[in-house]
């Protein structure tokens, strides 16, 4: 079936620098594109995502960048703060459905003091 | 607004039973999806409802798992017999429907389920 890969699965970064996570998808048909956090022990939130009529969007220290030629997206946290570690999961609309998303396996985010 | 509310957050069954898992969307959400997450296969779609009708449940192992949504404020995950690979956490979310396009998912917490 459709996948939606990313990478990496684990990244390390020292605090108040910039961090990066990338996604690929496979159907280019998919034309919404959300990121989730998830801190431990609790459910996942939306914290950004971006539509295909679209190849760039800001909130606040979140940049996502699609790039639908590559099949690609990311996710660029700057100014990394401790309370950004988590996991963070990217997803694309899967083709034919407006529902449904094919979710990332997961990259666990650490700041490093 | 409570968000989406999950009962239990922890339950424990012993190989063989059922368990019911039970999900309260958001207020004026017509969507609402049942996940299951592991370390293992991340998150899992099981099912989706859209004004309580059951649109897709092609996620659902179908022998032993069933769900339903008899009103628009709840709905409920039932697994029979279960077995320890059925450990995991399922998460239930819900969204607004505007009949054209996928929207913000809003999570539960999740009911972790253990079979022993």
């Known amino acids: 079936g459709e996948q939606v890969e990313q990478l990496p699965s684990i990244l390390r970064v020292q605090e108040g620098s910039s961090a990066s996570i990338n996604c690929s998808y496979e159907?280019?048909?998919?034309?919404?594109f959300p990121w989730y956090k998830q801190e431990p022990g609790e459910n996942p939130k939306l914290i950004i995502d971006?539509?295909?009529n679209m190849e760039r969007k800001q909130i606040q220290e979140l940049i996502v960048l699609l790039d639908k030629k590559a099949k690609r997206f990311s996710l660029h946290i700057t100014d990394t703060q401790p309370g950004d570690s988590a996991m963070y999961f990217c997803?694309?609309?899967?083709?034919?459905?407006?529902?449904?998303?094919?979710w990332g396996s997961g990259t666990k985010l650490i700041i490093k003091p | 607004n409570a968000g989406v509310i999950q009962t239990p957050r922890h339950k424990v069954t012993g190989k063989g039973q059922e368990a019911t898992l039970w999900c309260e969307p958001i207020?004026?959400?017509?969507?609402v999806f049942w996940y299951r997450q592991t370390i293992v296969q991340g998150l899992e779609f099981l099912t989706y409802?859209?004004?309580?009708?059951?649109?897709?449940d092609s996620g659902m192992p179908k022998e032993r798992f069933s769900a339903q949504m008899p009103n628009q404020s709840h709905s409920t995950l039932k697994i029979q017999s279960t077995q320890p690979q059925d450990s995991a956490v399922y998460l239930c979310?819900?969204?607004?429907?505007?009949?054209?396009?996928?929207?913000?998912?809003?999570f539960g917490s999740g009911t972790r389920l253990t079979v022993l």
């Open positions: 979310a819900s969204s607004q429907d505007w009949g054209g396009r996928a929207e913000t998912l809003y």
């Open positions: 207020s004026g959400h017509s969507a």
């Open positions: 409802f859209r004004n309580q009708a059951p649109i897709d």
């Open positions: 159907d280019s048909a998919s034309n919404y």
């Open positions: 971006i539509r295909s």
């Open positions: 997803a694309a609309s899967a083709s034919g459905s407006n529902y449904q998303l094919i």
